[in-house]
């Protein structure tokens, strides 16, 4: 496709035809870590059901004043008159008639297929009846055109003879009720039916800021960028104030050299090997050939060091135990540290402080990746036998002891509360990327832990201060980008500036 690569090229990038991952996406030119490597506009995007009077129908914003209905079907919301005319003119005009006629109807996943297929019908259709219109648009660096956005759409893998008959079934009748709704021209019934195995293994889940889902959307550039289980790059999006809100931002996570591919991860990299390979499997019908799944395989190409360190995280995201060590392992920290002289002697709380002590620093001091994974691999080898011996790390804990960080934050103890979080911390640490939105905001939420249990304390204030800073370069390379994001990003400074106000005023006293 001629006018996807003058746009990629455009931006630095290019597209390699694969014969094992059909297409790669590479970088022509080196990238630092937190920079947005291309924002690209949306096919489609809409709140999630649970989000529907929430934010914004057209651009996705949680607006200051009360969203407003549409006055015809009562079903749709908008944050001012703007948004809803915009949204009248590309589908509410023909939707909202459709939304009258159905009435109340059950928002469930099926709701969502439907709803993603009648949007991007109708632009799809739009496009194919302008087509020798937008034949002559030239590409531009400043946005998606309609053709790229469009064609690329059109040339995604949908996996449609790998699908169960109960799937097609279902595809099926989706399809047939919104082509008998929506009198398309130039598509098919079956051509949506293809469209809907597209969306299924294609479509993202839009997170806010603080990584709750609150949207999903179809992003034809998105699309193009592979998974990997240890990815140089992650989605944001782009909310609220802004021409271009409802965009899908790249953020570079790691200096990416020209050359070399760019990934995303799919799914949660905190999951074990087994799972990971499974929900890929279902979901993408691929077999992930990452370094992380193929961390046995010596003759892949990465380093020893760095071979050896995904061997260690595999090993610790495998580890299973069961309900009652994780109660233990909640109890045993939290007595062990609110008798503050005895933290030395608790093997699980003096790796926690080793793990905190080695890794805290890679995030704020300019360390090089080679730099940070030799650093993993002598860590990984000090305390290796400490936690496969201890039945301590794993993900089955980890999602335990989350959730009693929450119950303490909500009840205000902070003390227990930044006991807990530092247990999370470190194992963050040791199985996400060094630079993961999760990794910023985890910080974030201890530090304020840690600065409310702090008083005059200056030791605790100092250590909350360093914990902030981590926070403040993590956040400024996943959240630098976008009117949302950003939010995050200043909050966390005005921490550090108060933290640093109160040091200095202690200083002084002395
Ligand atoms: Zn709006
Ligand atoms: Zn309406
Ligand atoms: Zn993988």
Known sequence: MQCLSEFLTLHGLSLEENPTTY?????????????????????ACFPIPSMINVRCNNCLEIPIEP????????????????C??????????????????????????????????????LRIEKYLKKKSYHETETVSLTGLNEK??????????????????????????????????????????????????????????LDDNQLFPFGEGTYSIGSLINHSCRPNAIMMYSIGQQTNSGSQILRSIE????????????????MSRTSRQKLLNEKYFFKCQCPRCSSDN???????????????????????????INEKIIKDLLISQMQQNSMTNDPISSIISNIIIKLLPQLTEETSRSDYIQTLEVLFNNIHTTITNQNFFTTSSLS?????????????????????????????LLIYPRFHPIIGLHLFSLAKCMWNDAYKDKDKIVE?????????????????????NRMIVTQVMDLATNMQTELTEIEKKK
């Open 23 to 43: 297409r790669a996406l590479k970088t022509l030119k080196h990238i630092p870590k937190g920079s947005t490597i291309i924002t690209s506009p949306s096919l």
């Open 67 to 82: 969203l407003k209905t549409c006055s015809r079907c009562h079903k749709t919301f908008y944050c001012n008159v703007k």
């Open 84 to 121: 809803q005319k915009l949204a009248w003119s590309a589908h509410h005009k023909i939707l909202c008639p459709i939304y009258k006629k159905e009435g109340n109807k059950t928002l469930d996943s099926d709701y969502m297929d439907e709803e993603m297929l009648r949007r991007i019908a």
């Open 148 to 205: 790229v956005n469009c064609e690329t759409f059109l040339t995604l893998m949908s996996h449609r003879e790998k699908r169960t008959p109960e799937q097609l079934e279902k595809f099926k009748s989706i399809a047939k009720n919104v082509f008998s709704d929506l009198d398309l021209q130039n598509i098919t019934q079956d051509e949506l039916i293809t469209y809907l195995c597209r969306f299924s293994c294609n479509n993202f889940n």
């Open 255 to 270: 200096n990416i050299k020209a050359g070399e591919e760019i990934t995303i991860s799919y799914i949660d990299v905190a």
């Open 298 to 324: 010596v003759s892949i190409d990465i380093t020893e060091e760095e071979r050896k360190v995904l061997v260690n995280i595999e090993q610790l995201t495998e580890m299973r135990n069961n309900r009652e």
């Open 400 to 428: 335990s002891v989350t959730k009693h960080f929450y119950d303490r934050i909500d009840l205000q103890q902070w003390r227990e509360s930044w006991i807990l979080g530092r247990y999370i911390l470190a194992i963050y």
């Open 464 to 484: 909350s201060y360093e914990i902030i800073k981590a926070a403040k370069k993590t956040l400024e390379i996943t959240h630098g980008d976008g009117f949302e």
